[in-house]
């Protein structure tokens, strides 16, 4: 009975067809947007994911991400590195700028001042030159994603002057980064350097990286930090989820992506649910024969779940491959940088897809259960 249902489902080309495409267009805009969704989230923690070293950020108070922080006094670090069981601890500065290039264009990015000595704060990987360049006076690291936004395709960056609030920078690496949520352009130097770069107020101090002693767990040295300085403090797990958390909460990324995704739900029933309709009620007559000759309800019902779940597989495994082929499309574009598929994701659209399927197949059913055997001879 199974291959029968097989057999009438291929055999109506134009509705087997219409059926999978409805699947697949729903399969693929929904696992697309939540790829993107969840990929855009990330870059909410960009700036903590690019410091692997540190267990403990320390900040004011009333700082909530390493994009809105509110700096600290310099006396702040000496704090940091008196309460037992930080191994070590070293100044972090993040603060936005404006560079003009040498053709005279005025570009937004955000600098950023590593430790002078152990360079703790810099990306582990480069993708031009080494961290040693930092040695050199005026120097910066430009990460990639702001190397393709600032110079045109074919120039190279390393050796390009730049104009930095009134100073100059020289261009001498090019780090393996982690984009920011906005990408905007980020250039790292050193702490000494940066706090020239960047003039300011009084109290320059961005963050505290810390890094907890043996026997000691992230946990509590937060703790402790929290106790005896008066300072915020989280573990590296805890702030990326804060840049996450931040974005959901002050942005409209969340709804617009969420009114996709149900768009894509929406979709899948409307097309999946005619065009299914339409089949059954062109195959009234066969459904009512096998009546006729004693199919029972049961074997029916089988035969239409046959049918709704091969459409529904091949639907899904057409929408994943969409999917995967756009990311690795635009795999080269730095805007999608670093972008890949959650498992969790395909894991949503085929719960979607199957809820889809099920509404769109109890839907068929009813007509097939109701059809009488003597309408095939009408």
Known sequence: MNWI?????????????????????????I????????????????????????????????????????????TALDRVRGVPGVEWAVPHLRAGASVRTKDGDLEGVSVIGVDDTTLIGLPKGMVEGSRAVLEQPDTVIIDDVGATRMFAEGDDPIGERLELNDQRAVVRGIADSIPSFTSQVTLYTTYSRALTYVPGTRNRLSFV???????????????????????RARTREDFAQDGINFIIENTGIPLNFGITVVLGFVVGVAIVGLTFSLFIRDNIKQFGALK????????????????AGMVGL???GL?????VGFIQAFSSNPTFKGFYIPWQVPLLSLMAVTLIIALTGWLALRNVLKTEPAAVFR
């Open 314 to 316: 091949i639907g899904y």
């Open 31 to 74: 696992t697309q947007q939540l790829t993107i969704f969840v990929n855009l989230l990330e870059r909410g923690a960009s700036g903590v994911y690019n410091v692997g070293a540190a267990d403990v950020w320390v900040m004011d108070p009333v700082s909530r991400t390493t994009d809105v922080n509110f700096p600290m006094p310099a």
């Open 209 to 231: 990286l810390a890094k907890s002693a043996a026997g000691v767990t992230p946990e509590q040295l937060v703790t402790r930090i929290e106790g005896q300085t008066g300072l």
């Open 319 to 323: 929408g994943v491959l969409g999917t």
């Open 5 to 29: 249902a097989i057999r009438m489902l291929t055999g109506d080309r134009q509705k087997f067809f219409g059926l999978v495409f409805g699947i697949a267009f729903s399969t693929l805009l």
């Open 292 to 307: 006729a000759i004693g199919v029972h309800n049961g074997k029916l019902r089988r035969m239409v779940a046959v049918q």
